[in-house]
C-alpha cells in the first residue's frame, strides 16, 4: 500500500481481555517495528522485525505481550490480560532504506489508541 | 549502549522567535540521529536526518539541526516560529547494526502569536 496502515484506530476494552492490533507495513518494506506513546513517556521501542532474523523483542515490557509478523508482510501484536497501564497508542513503523540501513527513516502508521477500561 | 535525552518536556516561544529543542545523545560508535515531528492528531513524520555528510541538516518547514560532536548534542532551531510549528517534536538515534531507533521523550513546542 501507500503508507503503513494499522488497525482498529481506537480500541477500548476490559481490564483481563485480550487484544489484537494489527500493522501492514508498506508493500515491500522487509523490516517493521513496534512502538508505544504514553503520555509523557515520548516513544518506547517494543519489538522489531528484521527479514527472517529473529526479532529483537528487548522492549516487550511483560510476558503477556507478543507479537508475530507472517510471510514477512502483515504483524499482530497481541497483548494478554490487559492492564489499565497498557492503556496507550500503539504505533508500527517501517523503514524504506533509502541511503541504507542505518540512515533510513521510519514511516510510521497512525496508530491504534487503546484504552483498558 | 545508544540513548537520547532532550531537555524540557515543554518549549514556549513567541511566533516570530528563535526555536531551540535541545537533543544530547550517547552513543559509542558514530551515531545515526533524527528529528521527527508529531503535529495534533497525525503521526509521525521525518523532520531531518544526520548522515555524516554534512554537521548542518536543513529540513522541512525551516527547521535545521546541527551535530556537535564535542558536545554529543544535536539541537534543532528554526529562526522565527510559526504558529503552524505548534506540535511535539522527538530526537532519535540509531541502535547498533539492527537498525533499532531510540526515540527521547519529547519536546511539546507551543507558539504563542
Known amino acids: 500500500g501507500a503508507g503503513v496502515s494499522q488497525s482498529p484506530s481506537n480500541k477500548v476494552t476490559e481490564k483481563g481481555k485480550d487484544v489484537e492490533l494489527r500493522c501492514d507495513p508498506i508493500?515491500?518494506?522487509?523490516?517493521l517495528y513496534w512502538y508505544r506513546q504514553s503520555l509523557g513517556q515520548g516513544l518506547e521501542f517494543l519489538i522489531y522485525?528484521?527479514?527472517?532474523?529473529?526479532?529483537?523483542k528487548s522492549g516487550l515490557p511483560s510476558d503477556r505481550f507478543s507479537a508475530e509478523r507472517t510471510g514477512g508482510s502483515v504483524s499482530t501484536l497481541t497483548i494478554q490480560r490487559t492492564q489499565q497501564e497498557d492503556s496507550a497508542v500503539y504505533l508500527c513503523?517501517?523503514?524504506?532504506?533509502?541511503?541504507?540501513?542505518?540512515?533510513?527513516?521510519?514511516?510510521f502508521g497512525n496508530g491504534t489508541r487503546l484504552t483498558v477500561t | 549502549a545508544q540513548s537520547v535525552t532532550q531537555l524540557g518536556s515543554h518549549v514556549s516561544v513567541s511566533e516570530g522567535a528563535l526555536v531551540l529543542l535541545r537533543c544530547n545523545y550517547s552513543?559509542?560508535?558514530?551515531?545515526?540521529l533524527f528529528w521527527y515531528v508529531q503535529y495534533p492528531n497525525q503521526g509521525l513524520q521525518l523532520l531531518l536526518k544526520?548522515?555524516?555528510?554534512?554537521?548542518l541538516v536543513k529540513g522541512i518547514n525551516g527547521f535545521e539541526a546541527e551535530f556537535k560532536k564535542s558536545e554529543t548534542s544535536f539541537h534543532l532551531t528554526k529562526p522565527s516560529a510559526h504558529m503552524s510549528d505548534a506540535a511535539e517534536y522527538f530526537c532519535?538515534?540509531?541502535?547498533?547494526?539492527?537498525?533499532?531507533?531510540?526515540f527521547g521523550k519529547g519536546t511539546k513546542l507551543s507558539v504563542k502569536p
Open positions: 513503523a517501517s523503514p524504506n532504506y533509502e541511503g541504507g540501513p542505518y540512515n533510513s527513516p521510519l514511516h
Open positions: 508493500s515491500g518494506h522487509t523490516a
Open positions: 522485525f528484521q527479514g527472517n532474523s529473529a526479532p529483537d
Open positions: 552513543s559509542s560508535v558514530p551515531p545515526y
Open positions: 544526520y548522515t555524516s555528510a554534512a554537521t
Open positions: 532519535a538515534v540509531r541502535k547498533g547494526s539492527q537498525g533499532n531507533l531510540i
